[in-house]
């Protein structure tokens, strides 16, 4: 049996081994890939505050029992849940030009620290861009930055997904906030 030529399954064997090794580079080289689209976009949020029924764009429709619906609730406002159709501008001017609306809301979830959660759309309609763009997730607030996911959107946006770095832009009170969103798009139809 000396010199016997290697079999098959040997041969077979290393191919596949070959074939994996080369599908985890090709995975590897896919989560590398860049933005097929950014776009960075302002919005402000000015809440209802039982005086400035005017110019509020976001009003509170739930409270934890020891609130009310026109202030928030104390230390993290825990329990408050708040609706909003906020401008969306290209700069952090509160007077300049919308390019379109932040539609949504968001609640309180701590009693500890400030931090929030979010799901709401941008309905986007300017010469640049019509649509839609989903966003969900997590917004620890005391953060610098943090992230929220990109999940779908609509028209120039159609089947999107990404990232949206959020920073808060300024913010006075319990009143006015301005977020700036980075959005980084990977999945562009």
Known sequence: MEGKRPTPILFIFFFLLFLSG???????KRNQLKPCKNLLLYFHDIIYNGKNAAN????????????NRTILAGHSHFGDMVVFDDPITLDNNLHSKPVGRAQGFYFYDRKEIFTAWFAF?????????????NFAGA?????????I???????????????????????????????RLDIKLYECY
């Open 22 to 28: 080369s599908f985890a580079m090709a995975v590897k």
């Open 121 to 133: 759309s941008f309905v986007l309609n300017s010469t640049d861009y019509k649509g839609t763009i």
């Open 149 to 179: 996911s990109v999940i779908g959107g609509t028209g120039d946006f159609f089947m999107t997904r990404g990232i949206a770095t959020v920073s808060t832009d300024s913010f006075e009170g319990d009143v006015y906030f301005r977020l």
């Open 56 to 67: 509020s764009t976001s009003a509170i429709v739930g409270a934890p029992a020891w609130g």
């Open 139 to 147: 917004d620890p607030l005391m953060n610098k930055t943090r992230d």
